[in-house]
């Protein structure tokens, strides 16, 4: 049976059920020195003087790094280290380079710290004022930009009603399974970094950048790695303090973060607010919306972007015309802002769905009905920001999404008559990936006529070798035990980007699907070559070359044991010895699935959450394997529970983190869990040869606004932010 569509097992699996798996901290050279971080614990303050003579003094302890003076892009000051200025609770001031990662973190508390408390600036609205420096000479307004299309101020004013409110989404941590870390290998004046990355290409040109005057070359290995949510995307300050240390000892340095080292230094992402002012008229169309969104960056002002994303996609899947977006993005001292799953698309979906719910109740509509008033109905549409929506049928899933919420409805009226708090919420949701620019993959025949698989691309935990798999099998007409694929090394292929954005199928497994069929015409070169028959008489068919005259044939094995059979002779064929081709791929445009959430949730009178019904439908057009594709859906609504009810760093007034370990910043666990049901449509197909669209983020982006609804109407009080205040929720 074809491979594709099928729900196969995942064949990365052995190795992390048996724990042969190699993280990071797995890893071990001789000699390795190990790298422990002193970082501030004030939020603000100028860096008067750093005594580490101490530390040196402790048997075990190498050296000791400060102030390191390499640039490097979007960090705070443009450094990885503070130079002269603190900037926020977890900013590092030094790192200790030991023989022993427990003397290295000893020699932390012998290292002494001069520095003048500077004030702290915490709230992103005071933080546009620009009265308090969040860094010292400099605006806090760290990026400034306005959206605008059509004619928002002149429709508003002719709306015949207006929905103003602020509304707040918080700031979140990404936590992965896996903390970061890395491994820096000094070798003959070259480094091969293994890093828990999602994106080493990207990894090796950044500390190339910065250590080109150091070193010829830098090979980067992602080692497995436990998760990445977009958390693990750029270079943070200590891969290239780790990467420096390894070139001025000439030794293998290796640092991993603690959970709460993790916690505060790992990017933040989220940390919206915008205040929203919408216009409709009577009959529920929407006509007009004003927003000025601020966007909490932090002290680097790298993920001024994500509010880039959220602004070209505030209309959502409507047919809103005119729309002005006033873009803050402010500095504070906290931890730097970046990208996690959805990358601003959850942000707009929260926002252009809960105007959406605060509309239908102004104007008394059914929140089907006023979605379906406002649907674009004909693809492909091009929104206000020059989004170009590419296909799919979006009235058509709302209407299989209105089945399930007239269900739960029915179900929720009995609850409530029993006397429980139960609401009903729903979303419709459209996503956009493909970020680009382009993939990489190379498919080759091995001696043993098996088929190895490289892609540019850097799964983390999605189970894409065996998507990848199965397309090439499928194409290449055999089983997939003879199809290996393997990736996160810089030197196995020559270019990629990684995996981030819901990419990795779109981009690397066409690219894997084009270099499968122009491997089989190079099989039928080779394979006629070896049988000495005209290439135009070779068909190639499940494995096997055939001629169609003599009716000879050579199977992949047979072909790779003849090109390698014999060592010294002489090659007297006319075509090339090679059973491999490469291809790069990428697509002119970006991939919009959609999608629509359904919940059905109580709310007890302690203020407990517990969803008792959840239906997730996606058009992610086609579904390669919809075993890896709904455990993503799975994930990714948990995930979202998390957002809305438990997950939030939090500051004091003065800048100190509230939540440092996992006993404050809360994430779901077994018993927040639910059984989610998730169903597909493949209407919305891309244009590609494998027309899959990702579903990675998708799933998140759904749920915070259906949840929120649901939650809203159990509690029967108007949710505007989240996480969800707790007092919200008692009786």
């Known amino acids: 049976m074809p491979y594709v569509g099928a729900r196969v097992k995942r064949i990365e699996d052995p190795k992390f059920i048996t724990g042969s798996a190699r993280y990071v901290d797995d890893i071990a050279y001789p000699g390795t020195l190990y790298m422990a971080i002193l970082r501030s614990t ?358 299989i999404a209105e089945g399930y919420y007239r269900d739960f409805e029915k179900r929720a009226e009995e609850l409530r008559r029993q006397g429980r708090r139960v609401g009903v919420g729903l979303s419709f949701y459209i996503e956009q990936n493909n970020f680009g620019p382009w993939e990489s993959a190379s498919v080759r025949v091995k001696s043993d006529g098996k088929v190895l698989v490289i892609i540019g691309a850097a799964p983390h935990g999605q189970g894409d070798a065996t998507a990848i798999a199965q397309i090439v099998a499928d194409e290449l007409g055999i089983d997939i035990s003879r199809v290996e694929v393997s990736w996160g090394d810089t030197e196995l292929i020559g270019e990629g980007f990684g995996t981030f954005g819901s990419r990795t199928l779109t981009l690397a497994g066409n690219a894997a699907l084009l270099a499968a069929r122009k491997l089989k015409d190079k099989l039928r070169r080779v394979g006629a070559a070896l049988m000495g028959v005209n290439y135009e008489d070779v068909v190639y068919e499940n494995g096997v070359v055939k001629d169609v005259k003599s009716g000879k044939s050579l199977s992949i094995e047979d072909m790779a044991n003849a090109l390698t059979a014999s060592i010294g002779g002489t090659w007297t064929y006319p075509v090339e010895p090679s059973l491999e081709e490469m291809t790069y791929f990428g697509l002119n445009g970006y991939t919009y699935p959609y999608g629509s959430h359904v919940a059905l949730v109580e709310v007890t009178e302690e203020g407990l959450v517990k969803v008792l019904d959840y239906v997730a439908i996606d058009d992610v057009g086609l579904v390669v394997n919809p075993m890896l594709a709904e455990g993503q859906v799975i994930g990714g609504v948990i995930q979202g529970f998390g957002e809305v009810v438990l997950e939030e760093v939090k500051y004091d007034n003065d800048g100190n983190p509230l939540t440092q370990t996992f006993s404050e910043y809360w994430i779901p666990s077994i018993m927040e869990s639910f059984n989610v049901k998730w169903y597909y449509l493949e209407e919305g197909k891309s244009n590609a040869p494998l027309p899959a669209k990702g579903i990675a983020e998708g799933p998140l982006i759904g749920v915070l606004p259906a949840l929120t609804r649901a939650i809203e109407r159990a509690v029967n009080r108007r949710i505007t932010k989240i996480p969800i205040d707790p007092s919200l929720l008692i009786k």
Do not use: C
């Open 42 to 399: 004030v939020p603000h303050a100028r860096l008067l003087r750093v005594d580490y003579e101490d530390a040196l003094k402790i048997p075990g302890v190498v050296g000791v790094i400060t102030g390191l003076n390499i640039e490097v892009e979007n960090r705070p000051r443009n450094f990885p280290m503070a130079k002269d200025e603190i900037l926020y609770v977890g900013h590092p001031i030094a790192a200790v380079i030991a023989e022993d990662r427990y003397k290295a973190y000893d020699a932390l508390d012998y290292i002494q710290v001069d520095y003048e408390p500077l004030p702290a600036v915490v709230d992103p609205e005071e933080a546009v004022k620009d009265k308090v420096k969040a860094v010292e000479d400099t605006s806090n307004i760290g990026y400034r930009w306005t959206y605008k299309a059509g004619n928002p101020e002149e429709e508003l004013a002719k709306s015949d009603v207006v929905i103003e409110t602020k509304l707040e989404i918080g700031r979140v941590y990404p936590a992965a399974m896996e903390p970061r870390g890395l491994l820096s290998v000094y070798q003959e004046g070259r480094l091969t970094v293994y890093a828990s990355t999602q994106a080493p290409h990207y990894m090796r040109k950044f500390l190339l950048d910065a250590f080109r005057n150091y070193v010829s070359d830098i090979r980067v290995i992602q080692a497995d790695t436990g998760g990445a949510f977009g958390s693990k995307m750029f270079p943070y300050p200590e891969d290239y303090i780790v990467t420096y240390a390894s070139i001025i000892y000439r030794r293998p340095v290796k640092w991993v973060a603690t959970r709460r080292e993790d916690l505060l230094s790992t990017y933040h992402s989220r940390a919206q607010i915008h205040r929203i002012k919408a216009g409709f008229t009577r009959s529920g169309e929407w006509r007009a919306l004003i927003d000025e969104l601020i966007i909490d960056l932090g002290v680097a002002t790298h993920g001024y972007y994500l509010a880039d994303i959220t602004s070209t996609l505030i209309t959502g899947p409507y047919k809103l015309r005119n729309v002005l977006v006033e873009v803050y993005g402010v500095k504070t001292n906290k931890t730097p802002l970046d990208q996690y799953r959805g990358a601003g698309r959850p942000e707009a979906a929260f926002v252009y769905e809960r105007i959406m719910d605060m509309a239908a109740d102004e104007l008394r509509m059914d929140p089907i009905e006023i979605r379906r008033r406002n649907l674009v109905t004909e693809l492909p549409y091009t929104n206000p920001f020059n989004h170009k929506y590419d296909s799919g049928n979006y009235l058509h899933l709302l209407s």
